[in-house]
């Protein structure tokens, strides 16, 4: 198809399309004639995942890239291809770089390690500091401890067992796809595009528990 | 204590402290000389929610005003304060304004709506359109079902059920502070905080749901 009809079938702009073709996220089309090229069903597929990242993900274009990059690396196993595109996703707010907050960070490693030894974490113990979602946690973690809210283990450990939850319908979700360039590509974009849709839902959760406490009284909307 | 006591003892900058100041999100100190204020520990206090918001939530200066004077609204009562705050928080990407999305957007009302029925969750219900929240799971629900990923009633469902979970949590740890204004401050601050936390350990339990399923297949990190 022509780059009209790719932007017909996918929703997006032309505009905006050939700004991800110059940025690199989505492959050059088969060039037909010297100002024409010619775009396929990978095409709109791609675009799909790069609208997800971007739009709802709020991806910087450079981690996108990342991302799409480990997708299609073919010196990676699946395996590693898919760990390598979810770690090049933006992981939240980096650490304060203050002493205080060092030392914060320190006593946050050392309640997210109990957690992890509690919840019998394997995969996440053993690879700690390399993942970036054990350091957005210990980032979190030391945030809170540095502001005195609660944050201990204890206080941790429910929505861990919520987390757990998650991961199942996470996988249930992505297992429906067929292939696995397709379940590869099911995972980046929907790990990235279930996080409003369960902040929004914990919110609204927040409300109906709340009226379910006490009554007419509100909190959390 | 003066501000460089006030910069020691929360760790914020006199610089920062400054700026808050004249942004209006934080109250004056009473003035003892021409150049010389005096802070005290609702400054101490308000410094805290102020960095949670900002720091942590990402949440911009205008919003977090809006927040915190929601906060102080002497003519409301605890309930409207505290629904007025967190629905001033950022609530996620707005919807895009396409014809095509306005379709989807549809679509997704009724199946948000289908899905709160099911829960019976009367607030959310009676509030539909007006909190935010509601339009945040719309507009993420509608861009899930345009790019063409599962987001039926029964696939967000789970999510749902965790929301739920997550909510006692939430309501667990807020109910710890003593007076209503603790409380509400902690509401806004735990909702904000929270969420890092929440999307942290998602990504760490997707790996070992992976590899609990998988083997050594790795999935999400």
């Known amino acids: 198809m022509r780059l009209a009809e790719l932007s017909r079938r996918s929703g997006v702009p032309t505009a905006t399309i050939k700004y991800y073709l110059r940025e690199g996220l989505l492959p050059p089309g088969r060039r037909v004639t010297a100002t024409q090229a010619e775009y396929d069903d990978a095409h709109l597929k791609r675009l799909r995942l790069v ?15 990342e991302v799409l990059t480990a997708l299609e690396d073919e010196s990676l196993d699946h395996n590693s291809r898919l760990g390598t595109a979810v770690w090049a996703l933006p992981h939240g707010p980096e650490p304060a770089e203050d002493e205080s907050a060092q030392e914060s960070q320190e006593a946050a490693r050392r309640t997210v390690d109990a ?36 944050c201990a283990v204890d206080d941790l450990a429910p929505y861990a067992h919520a987390a757990q939850q998650l991961a199942v ?39 109906e528990e709340s009226n379910h406490r006490y009554g007419q009284r509100s909190t959390g909307e």
């Open 115 to 150: 957690l992890l030894a509690r919840l019998d974490w394997e995969f996440a113990q053993e690879y700690g500091d390399e993942s970036p979602a054990y350091r957005m946690l210990v980032t979190a973690v030391g945030t809170m401890a540095r502001l005195g809210y609660p």
């Open 169 to 207: 319908a996470d996988l249930d979700l992505i297992e429906r796809f067929d292939s696995p360039d397709e379940q590869l590509e099911a995972a980046v974009a929907l790990t990235v595009l279930y996080e409003p849709v369960l902040l929004g839902l914990r919110r609204i959760a927040q409300t």
């Open 51 to 65: 609208r997800a990242l971007i739009q709802v993900g709020r991806v910087p274009i450079a981690s996108a890239r």
